[in-house]
């Protein structure tokens, strides 16, 4: 019987150990790809993404991504999956916006005694752990553009409203229907207000989405 015990006992070491250590050394699937050098996203394997050379945005591809090719990622970084950026995490952003809703204009501003735009759209977003550049044309260089149809809430709507042809204005979208998309923002002449690209003005500024999360 001592005899069984201890050939069982070496069966384990020569075969069980084995096994117990490739599945203690299997790394997680989960990470991160860097999208700007400042901003990353959550990547989901499956539901990877690559680098599009010539863009230079992300783009979906169904291929595993594979971490060791840095032709096709800029940076990987393997997390636990709390920090994963979740339609929630979008939901929290809007909501602490919108609180800002009828707070007067600000140049600089940043609190509810006054607040700019991109002072919006930063103190929204920090919220949530996510730091912005502080202009918004800055911000715009954050993420990767999408088009129109793409957009959800969350993302952000920039803005020309100037002679000099630059982004100057951003917006946080916080709705989107059928026929229009709706974000916040904060004016000049009217503070923190909910507008839609269907207006004249907003429709002939508007220059380009993006999205950051």
């Not at 007067?104 to 700019?116: E, I």
Request: aromatic share 10%.
């Amino acid at each position: 019987m001592y005899k069984l015990f201890c050939n069982m006992k070496y069966l384990f070491y020569f075969v069980g150990l084995p096994f117990l250590f490739i599945a203690c050394a299997s790394p997680r699937p989960s990470g991160y790809v860097q999208v700007s050098p400042s901003r990353t996203i959550y990547v989901k394997p499956g539901e990877a993404k690559k680098v599009n050379k010539d863009s230079g945005h992300l783009e979906s591809t169904n291929d595993i991504v594979n971490t060791q090719n840095t032709d096709e990622i800029s940076e990987f970084n393997e997390i636990s999956s709390a920090s994963v950026p979740t339609i929630n995490q979008r939901e929290q952003i809007i909501n602490f916006a919108k609180s800002f809703e009828g707070t007067r204009y600000k140049y600089g501003g940043t609190t509810r005694a006054g607040m700019d735009c991109s002072g919006l759209i930063c103190t929204a977003f920090e919220q949530e752990q996510i730091r912005l550049p502080r202009s918004s044309r800055d911000m715009a260089k954050e993420g990767y553009p999408i088009s129109l149809n793409e957009v959800v809430p969350g993302d952000l709507v920039f803005f020309k409203t100037t002679n000099r042809n630059v982004i100057s204005h951003v917006g946080l979208v916080v709705d989107v229907t059928e026929d229009t998309i709706h974000f916040i923002h904060a004016t000049t002449t009217a503070g923190v207000i909910i507008s839609s690209l269907k207006e004249s003005y907003w429709n002939r500024a508007f220059t380009q989405a993006r999205r950051v999360i």
